[in-house]
């Protein structure tokens, strides 16, 4: 069994190594897909699919770990709506980071390499795991990438990652139903009659069919 | 209802259709409705929207969420299948690397071809359409005038099925009472776009879309169709009852399994199919029409997809509906010793003045639309309002830099969320993320309104395609090459959108997401994005300068007809797919009416 200071000595020179510092032969070691194909052309649409039916899931345990603690430190339970892991946000991730297409083996790296320097930073700062640390061990960090035009010169990557992983998990997240309760998404009903919105919520706004 | 799809009855047609989309469903309805024998040959495989449409599927059902890929290019769910921009063993190739010089081709191999993912939006050409030539000199007249047109139009609208309202603006036709569904109700978004671009002289009307709001007049209707057709009467008359009325859900562009918007697949071809006069073969790709030794088209050459073989079927006359490209490309690959350069090309003209629309976005987060209760705003899936183009007098008096005009369709609300919802919202927020995050996405969820331009773009003499001369598809049909070039009047009228819709956004109080791009040439979509590609075998009255007359018959061979987008003379900035209908009847009403002739 690898004790913890051994591991975190390779993380940290991982970390001073890497995979944000553009060596290449890491990430592609790392990253490298298996060649699969997609769903085709002509996939059955009405067949309900998940994270793994179209093409094998790629995560690591490790990775997959990582990605849950930064996907529910963007979108926690809140009490009005679950986390992002507790509607299967992750396995969308991974999915997503998993799939054959352009667009989606382009941020195979940025994610993979993203969620190794969450790890790595996080040792760097807290000599755990960016899973393992509390809640405003994980703010810190994310505090210092979550905005791009703010982030320091040596957060740029990461805070480039942090921007891609984000919109990850924000559309993993609400695209689900209960996502899309949360934020009042209510159709997707047949209805006999479709009225539009009601006439007082117009007044209220100065608008309707007879405002100027 | 099941569609044939083995090979044909035995029988002697007297009409063979290539397509079944909008031209090739129109064409076929209307003969076989006359009594016309009809083969229809499609290119892709049978499709039935009623078994196959994932109409309440959510997202989260999906791979990826519905996001689109290369194989979906319009999402997972889309209803196309087998098309897209790029086609698996159907190359085509491009004349240049200039990303300006490019033509990037939309095709769908499936029964009901690309009416089955559209936007349903049906715009009336205007007196103005048609003969654009005599107004500012440029460009092509077509041979008929909008009164020749209109009452097809009318019989379209009535068929199929659209909603909208008659204004009397400039050049923006109405119907004849009675032809008209009632538009579906605005949402929150549609309202304040209605109030601030009005302040700025911008007309919001009712938008014109083939989605029944309502049950079709099946009592009335089937009469003015088919005056003194009794047969065709009562089977329209079915048909238009077993279509339901929008229930207010899902996306028009997965399709529609209870048929209610307009499909081929669900409006043309089932009632076509009920005179038993029409018989159609799927996965047919038709490589060239076969000439007899009159000079009179024989029948078409067609390779069977599922054995590989070449077949030929024979018919009294050919109609090519395969989508303006592809017809042309069929007319160029049927060469002989007549037509050495392709078939009815004695002009030279098949395979140019391709034309598609000029296309530009802008979008907007309104702070007005923050925060709102929730609303079911799924409504009729399309807008309900749009802008007909506005500026025809400020151009007649040269107060413009480019020629024709541009619609705007817009659209905003609280739609049912996918993979891209609420990207980039640290643009707002300032990077929020957290409990924080989650504030932010109820506050701004249903804020953003997108604003697209469609608009007219004048046939030039750089936008065409012709044959490759090395290569071939997987079926060994030799493909088709683009030119593409946009002239100032594009560029400029894409400019010219930029800046209205960034001042409408701002009259809404709203922020632009993004640059508002002034040069044209940044701000146009490319070439064949906005899939409205019509033109490569125009109509016209001389036979000099066009490929076939008014009547969709080509100059050159009497019995070979073309009733898709490629008998364009130009490409108002309406979306071409009513015209193409409407187009599409007219010349099948002639075709009926020589076959009882005995002229063809």
């Known amino acids: 069994m690898t004790d913890r200071r051994t591991t975190i000595k390779w993380m940290l020179s991982v970390a001073a190594s890497m995979p944000l510092l553009n060596q290449r032969s890491w990430s592609q070691e790392v990253t490298a897909l298996p060649a699969y194909r997609g769903y085709g052309t002509d996939p059955d649409l009405t067949k309900l699919y998940r994270p793994g039916d179209a093409w094998p899931l790629t995560l690591s345990q490790a990775q997959r770990r990582t990605a849950a603690a930064l996907c529910n430190v963007i979108i926690p339970d809140d009490g009005r709506s679950p986390n992002a892991e507790g509607v299967g946000v992750v396995d969308f991730i991974d999915e997503w980071v998993s799939a054959p297409y352009p667009r989606q083996t382009a941020d195979r790296p940025i994610v993979l390499e993203g969620l190794a320097w969450m790890d790595a930073e996080a040792l760097l700062r807290f000599e755990k795991y960016f899973a393992e640390l509390d809640e405003s061990q994980q703010h810190a960090i994310c505090d210092d990438i979550c905005y791009e035009p703010n982030a320091k010169p040596k957060f740029a990557r990461a805070a480039a990652f942090f921007t891609r992983y984000r919109d990850l998990t924000v559309g993993g997240f609400y695209s689900t139903p209960a996502g899309s309760r949360d934020i009042g998404y209510i159709g997707n009903v047949p209805l006999p009659k479709f009225d539009g919105p009601p006439a007082e919520l117009l007044r209220k706004l100065g608008l309707g069919p007879e405002s100027t | ?600």
């Not at chain 2, 969420?65 to 319009?74: C, L, N, T, W």
């Not at chain 2, 081709?105 to 103005?128: A, C, D, K």
């Not at chain 2, 009794?230 to 089977?235: D, N």
């Not at chain 2, 043309?268 to 199919?273: D, I, R, S, V």
Request: aromatic share 8%.
């Open chain 2, 1 to 600: 209802m099941s569609i044939p799809t083995s090979a044909a009855r035995a029988k002697n047609y007297d009409v063979i259709v290539v397509g079944s989309g909008a031209a090739g469903g129109q064409t076929a309805y209307t003969l076989s409705m006359e009594g016309v024998k009809v083969l229809m040959l499609e290119a892709g495989r049978k499709y039935v929207p009623e078994q196959e449409t994932p109409m309440f599927q959510t997202a989260d059902q999906a791979p990826l969420r519905g996001a689109s890929s290369p194989e979906k290019d319009f999402g997972f769910y889309d209803a196309t299948i087998d098309g897209g921009w790029t086609v698996p063993g159907e190359p085509y190739v491009q004349s240049t690397d200039d990303p300006n010089g490019r033509f990037t081709w939309w095709r769908s191999r499936m029964l009901g071809g690309r009416t089955n993912h559209w936007g349903r939006i049906s715009l009336r050409n205007g007196p103005y359409d048609f003969k654009p030539h005599a107004r500012d000199g440029l460009g092509f007249d077509w041979p008929i005038s909008y009164d020749d047109m209109a009452p097809y139009y009318d019989k379209v609208e009535r068929l199929i099925g659209v909603y909208g309202t008659s204004e009397g603006l400039e050049n923006t036709p109405n119907s004849s009472p009675g032809c008209l569904l009632p538009p579906p109700a605005p949402l929150v978004s549609d309202y304040l776009v209605q109030q601030r671009a009005r302040r700025l002289g911008v007309p919001i009307i009712p938008g014109h879309r083939a989605v029944l709001t309502q049950q079709l007049d099946f009592k009335r209707s089937p009469a003015l169709l088919h005056p003194g057709n009794l047969k065709a009467q009562k089977i329209i008359a079915e048909h238009m009852q077993q279509r339901s009325a929008c229930i207010w859900a899902t996306d028009c562009g997965r399709g529609c399994s209870i048929r209610a918007n307009y499909q081929s697949t669900t409006v043309h071809l089932p009632p076509a199919l009920a005179t038993g006069n029409l018989d159609i073969v799927t996965d047919a790709m038709v490589s060239e029409v076969v000439l007899g030794r009159n000079g009179h088209a024989k029948g078409v050459k067609y390779i069977d997809k599922h054995s590989g073989a070449e077949r030929v079927v024979t018919a009294r006359a050919v109609v090519l509906a395969a989508s303006a490209c592809e017809t042309a490309r069929i007319l160029l690959n049927s060469k002989s010793a007549l037509f050495p350069n392709g078939l009815a090309n004695s002009s030279g003209k098949v395979g140019r003045y391709i034309m598609d629309t000029v296309g530009s976005s802008v979008s907007g987060q309104i702070p007005l639309l923050e925060s709102l209760p929730p609303l079911n705003e799924d409504g009729a899936s399309g807008h309900a309002f749009y802008a007909p183009w506005w500026g025809y007098q400020d151009q007649q008096k040269g107060k413009l830099n480019f020629a024709r005009g541009y619609h705007i369709e817009f659209g905003g609300g609280r739609r049912m969320p996918g993979a891209g919802t609420l990207h980039g919202l640290e643009h707002f927020t300032g990077g929020s993320y957290g409990k924080k995050l989650k504030e932010d996405a109820r506050r701004y969820y249903g804020s953003f309104v997108g604003f697209d331009g469609r608009g007219e773009m004048i046939p030039n003499e750089n936008s065409y395609c012709e044959i490759d001369p090395k290569v071939k598809d997987k079926w060994g049909i030799p493909v088709l090459r683009f030119h593409w070039k946009w002239s100032d009047h594009e560029t400029r009228q894409a400019a010219h959108m930029q800046t209205t819709f960034a001042g409408i956004v701002e009259a809404m109080g709203g922020r632009v997401i993004g640059k508002v791009r002034t040069d044209g040439t940044e701000a146009i979509a490319p070439g064949g994005f906005i899939i409205h590609e019509v033109g490569g075998a125009i109509m016209g009255a001389d036979r000099q300068i066009s490929v076939t007359n008014q009547w969709c018959q080509t100059w050159d061979v009497k019995n070979l007809f073309v009733t898709d987008g490629a008998v364009f003379a130009s490409n108002a900035d309406k979306n071409p797919t009513l015209t193409i209908m409407a187009v599409a009847w007219r010349a099948a009403d002639h075709i009926a009416d020589r076959m009882r002739r005995k002229e063809l």
